[in-house]
T-cell receptor
């Protein structure tokens, strides 16, 4: 039973380029969450999506960042015109049902973005 | 701002010893969770304790929660080298998905 799959695991971009991070939730999970972890810090919530819907993007910067979870295919976190401050580990998590019932999130191994 | 703050930031112990780390938080919560993160890997859920619970066990893990002091502790008994990792507490304030994570305690277990 595959877990949450994220790719790429490592991504290097130059300032101004675009970064696309992908996340396939666990089988049977329809809720996806993106978190960002800056060096030496804990994870910070970015966005919560269900299929074809953004439920809550309150933790995501208003500019340059966008997320989607299409009907078919993985969830994608897109960062346009990356800056050095975007360097971080981006974690995707999924849950089978709406939050509040089990409380547990299943995390992927993360995508580590380095902006040169 | 961070909700959970772990203490200590780092801990080094001998294999077989117990490891204790604490988490303090600021606002009322619905539940508190502990996660483990091995270097360069994702987070693995360890245990969840609800606000109406005071203590919970899972294998070699023991978690306590004191809502009056807004604090929790994680005890790992009889530690092993494989327990070397960072441990994070995460609080759920509004029974939703926006977990608030602390900066973690890095535990090193020496063989």
């Amino acid at each position: 039973n595959a877990g949450v799959m994220q790719n790429p695991r490592h991504l290097v971009r130059r300032r101004g380029q675009e970064a696309r991070l992908r996340c396939s939730p666990m089988k049977g999970h329809s809720h996806v969450y993106w978190y960002r972890q800056l060096p030496e810090e804990g994870l910070k919530f970015m966005v919560y999506l269900q299929k074809e819907n953004i439920i809550d993007e309150s933790g995501m910067p208003k500019e340059r960042f966008s997320a989607e979870f299409p009907k078919e295919g993985p969830s994608i976190l897109r960062i346009q015109q990356v800056v050095r401050g975007d360097s971080a580990a981006y974690f995707c998590a999924s849950s089978p049902i709406a939050w509040g019932n089990t409380g547990e999130l299943f995390f992927g191994e993360g995508s580590r973005l380095t902006v040169l | 701002s961070q909700q959970g703050e772990e203490d200590p930031q780092a801990l080094s112990i001998q294999e077989g010893e117990n490891a204790t780390m604490n988490c303090s938080y600021k606002t009322s919560i619905n539940n508190l969770q502990w996660y483990r993160q091995n270097s360069g890997r994702g987070l693995v859920h360890l245990i969840l304790i609800r606000s109406n619970e005071r203590e919970k066990h899972s294998g070699r893990l023991r978690v306590t929660l004191d809502t009056s002091k807004k604090s929790s502790s994680l005890l790992i008994t009889a530690s092993r080298a494989a327990d070397t990792a960072s441990y994070f507490c995460a609080t759920d304030e509004s029974n939703d998905y926006k977990l608030s994570f602390g900066a973690g305690t890095t535990v090193t277990v020496r063989a």
